[in-house]
């Protein structure tokens, strides 16, 4: 199965920082790569896929880069709505799996 | 608008068995792969079936056996059939929807989740 592995687990912001989280695949994904936000008590919600495309409806503080097997979220300046934890997830294999997710706290 | 509305959950002892149900309304249920997620303790997410609009099923080793997805398209439903359940399998299960654009898969809506607690 493929790993994926997201960077850092847990991270402290200030409302209006640039807040950015990363994901390493075990292998090349190629573009295969989706990012998800979750609140607590809610379902995971579509950011981005396809590495760098916006879901609609999402803010274009939202963005996301890489291909191959770097793949990073970048939040331009932080809102209080976006405190949550983020996950990335790999489609790429016949097995799907999902990054361990970052949570993101309020400084 | 697009609903998906899982049940099914709750408390179950361990060796038995529970049926989720998913039902889908405010698209065309038949066009489109449907998944079951699970997340478990520590709030990881683990992928856990799938089922293709031909009715093509995959699933991880962790439940392949155990667990069977199946599809209702003239009831806009999918169901996850779940045996020999274990504690491990104590989870938030939710089904979620699949959109393909460009040969890319990803999960464009998902349900509230039902809670399955396998406990003696």
């Known amino acids: 199965d493929i790993q994926m592995t997201q960077s850092p687990s847990s991270l402290s912001a200030s409302v209006g920082d640039r807040v950015t989280i990363t994901c390493r695949a075990s292998?090349?994904?190629?573009?295969?790569l989706n990012w998800y936000q979750q609140k607590p008590g809610k379902a995971p919600k579509l950011l981005i896929y396809?590495?760098?495309n916006l879901q609609g409806g999402v803010p274009s503080r939202f963005s996301g880069s890489g291909s191959g097997a770097d793949f990073t979220l970048t939040i331009s300046s932080l809102q209080p709505e976006d405190f949550a934890t983020y996950y990335c997830h790999q489609s790429y294999g016949s097995t799907w799996t999902f990054g361990q997710g970052t949570k993101v706290e309020i400084k | 608008e697009v609903q998906l509305v899982e049940s099914g959950g709750g408390l179950v002892q361990p060796g038995g068995s529970l049926r989720l149900s998913c039902a889908a309304s405010g698209f065309t249920f038949s066009s489109y792969d449907w998944h079951w997620v699970r997340q478990v303790t520590g709030n990881v997410l683990e992928w856990v079936s799938a089922?293709?609009?031909?009715?093509?099923?995959y699933y991880p080793d962790s439940v392949k056996g155990r667990f069977t997805i199946s599809r209702e398209n003239a009831k806009n439903a999918v169901y996850l059939q779940m045996n020999s359940l274990r504690a491990g399998d104590t989870a938030i299960y939710y089904c979620?929807?699949?959109?393909?654009?460009?040969?890319?898969?990803?999960?464009?809506?998902w349900g509230q989740g039902t809670l399955v607690t396998v406990s003696s």
């Open positions: 089922i293709g609009i031909a009715g093509d099923t």
């Open positions: 292998q090349s994904i190629s573009s295969k």
């Open positions: 979620a929807r699949v959109k393909v654009e460009g040969g890319i898969w990803y999960f464009d809506y």
């Open positions: 396809a590495a760098s």
